[in-house]
Every structure is written in structure tokens, then in C-alpha cells.
T-cell receptor, first 114, second 114 residues
Framework: ETGVTQTPRHLVMGMTNKKSLKCEQH?????MYWYKQSAKKPLELMFV???????ENNSVPSRFSPECPNSSHLFLHLHTLQPEDSALYLC?????????????FGEGSRLTVL | GDSVTQMEGPVTLSEEAFLTINCTYT??????LFWYVQYPGEGLQLLLK?????DKGSNKGFEATYRKETTSFHLEKGSVQVSDSAVYFC?????????????FGKGTKLTVNP
């Protein structure tokens, strides 16, 4: 139990589908993150939310749409994806400021785009 | 910009061998440094951290020392076990836009054989 829960753990979708990834944290943190993990590449930061406000969009294509309704929940809405979007999507949370920057990760959602 | 470079893998060792995974960084100011570990099928977990020069982080027999003069944070373990097989990520923390972000290296896959 990491305190950060992601669902679904595995998702297969076609390029015309619309799906969503969900992340929930039970750690009382105020910052939440989406990272993309592809084979043989560094983890790519996609989005950062701080107290429900988006503070970082790392040039992510608009076919990825994040939503943060409150400090405990984070969604990633997916539509018209491409096969190269297949990856492990990791959610993380942390304190918004101060501390020493430890991120707590979920187990990831493995996405396959056909 | 801020970046992390870690040794290319994969690394294959026999049980009880000595492990070193090199990590160097480029950053403005004095970042905090981390090692994260990802076991098969799981998300990333914090292994150890150091927040200032000459600090030594340690956990589960792993150690890393923050060396400002060489901008390095090499991971070491004196005697590895099969259960240490995982992917290891070096990371540095930057503060931007009021939230904390981690910049990761590409990861080094370690396999320990019995």
C-alpha cells in the first residue's frame, strides 16, 4: 500500500476511443503529478497540479487532458491517442512546498494503444 | 537545464557482489538528490535521499554520498541479493512554480543472479 492508488492497472484502447485514468492519494498531499514512462527513455513529467491548480504542462499534446477536482484526485482523460502513446503512466503526489521533495508514486497504469 | 546522467544498463551481478551505479547531475543551485527503485510491475519507491553536500543517504544496505565537487551521487551496495533486482533511477529535485518536481535519469536495470 503506497498511499497512491491508480486505476485501471492495464488499459487497451483503439485510436478513436475515449478513456480516463484515475489517481487517488490518501497522504494529505497538495501536489499531484502525471509522469509518462516509456521504454529506454527517462521519465517524462507531463502535468503538475498544486492545490488543484495546474502549474505545469510540459508541452503535452492536447489528446491528453488532465483534471484535478480536489487535492486527493487526479484524472488523465485520453482521446484519439496514437500507438506511440503506449506507455506506463505514473501518478505521484507530494507536499506542495517545503519538505525535501519526496514524491510518492502509484503503481502505474499500463496503456496500450492499438 | 537541470539534468541527470546515470550509467547505462543493464547490469548483471552474482549474489553477494559489490554494486556501483554511477550518477552525475547538472543543476543550478544546490538540489536535493534521490535514488528511486522500481521493482517489476510496480511504481517507483524512494530508496534514499541526500539534501546537501557531503550528506550520505542510506537504506536497505544501499548508500550514496552527495558530492558537490564532482556533482555525483553514486549508488553503492556491498553485497547484493536476488531481491535487489530492479530498475534504479537517480533524480534531482527542483522547485518551480511553487511545486517540487523531480528530474530523473534514464534508469539502470539491475539483475542479480543466485
Amino acid at each position: 500500500e503506497t498511499g497512491v492508488t491508480q486505476t485501471p492497472r492495464h488499459l487497451v484502447m483503439g485510436m478513436t476511443n475515449k478513456k480516463s485514468l484515475k489517481c487517488e492519494q490518501h497522504l494529505g498531499h497538495n501536489a499531484m503529478y502525471w509522469y509518462k514512462q516509456s521504454a529506454k527513455k527517462p521519465l517524462e513529467l507531463m502535468f503538475v497540479y498544486n492545490f488543484k491548480e495546474q502549474t505545469e504542462n510540459n508541452s503535452v499534446p492536447s489528446r491528453f487532458s488532465p483534471e484535478c477536482p480536489n487535492s486527493s484526485h487526479l484524472f488523465l482523460h485520453l482521446h484519439t491517442l496514437q500507438p506511440e502513446d503506449s506507455a506506463l503512466y505514473l501518478c505521484a503526489s507530494s507536499r506542495a512546498s517545503g519538505g525535501h521533495g519526496e514524491l510518492f508514486f502509484g503503481e502505474g497504469s499500463r496503456l496500450t494503444v492499438l | 537545464g537541470d539534468s541527470v546522467t546515470q550509467m547505462e544498463g543493464p547490469v548483471t551481478l552474482s549474489e553477494e557482489a559489490f554494486l556501483t551505479i554511477n550518477c552525475t547531475y547538472t543543476a543550478t543551485g544546490y538540489p536535493s538528490l534521490f535514488w528511486y527503485v522500481q521493482y517489476p510491475g510496480e511504481g517507483l519507491q524512494l530508496l534514499l535521499k541526500a539534501t546537501k553536500a557531503d550528506d550520505k543517504g542510506s537504506n536497505k544496505g544501499f548508500e550514496a554520498t552527495y558530492r558537490k565537487e564532482t556533482t555525483s551521487f553514486h549508488l553503492e551496495k556491498g553485497s547484493v541479493q536476488v531481491s535487489d533486482s530492479a530498475v534504479y533511477f537517480c533524480a534531482l529535485r527542483i522547485t518551480q512554480g511553487g511545486s517540487e518536481k523531480l528530474v530523473f535519469g534514464k534508469g539502470t536495470k539491475l539483475t542479480v543472479n543466485p
